[in-house]
């Protein structure tokens, strides 16, 4: 898992009330990331924005089938807003403290992920950016990239 504060070199660039970020790709260490950060939200004043970037096809954009609506193919953004809803529905709901009950905000993007992750962070003057990786090193790091790296 990793944290990333978005203190910058001048100062903090949140407010007061800035929310906690949690990029998520549905992946089992993105469901670590989104409990550590429900749990730490649940202990400070702080909201939380779960956000997923869809991989933007450019002119053409992508079509999928969804298992729970079959039927004719939809455009990946809408299916990602389902998959977003389910996942943190499925990864938060026993996780919140009845007494003190959290809306998270959820965002569905398309783009470049750690471009759009900056840009959202920014954006909504987020205090805390956390994200799992999957801690690759050496060629299969070189081979797939990390988000979380350039993040």
Known sequence: MALASTNGPEGSNSKPDSPVLVPVD?????????????????RTSASLIVMHVVHDP????????????????????????VMLEEFVDDACGNCWNAA????????????????????IAMREHAALIVMGTHGRTGLARLANGSVTAEV
Request: proline share 11%; aromatic share 6%; hydrophobic share 40%.
């Open 26 to 42: 549905f992946s089992s260490c993105s469901l670590a990331a989104l409990k550590f950060a429900a749990n730490l939200v649940q």
């Open 100 to 119: 003190a009950p959290i809306k998270p905000g959820l965002l569905v993007v398309n783009g470049s992920p750690a471009t759009r992750i900056l840009e």
């Open 58 to 81: 450019g002119r053409n954009p992508g079509l999928y089938r969804s298992n729970q609506e079959p039927g004719l193919p939809r455009p990946f953004r809408d299916i990602a807003k």
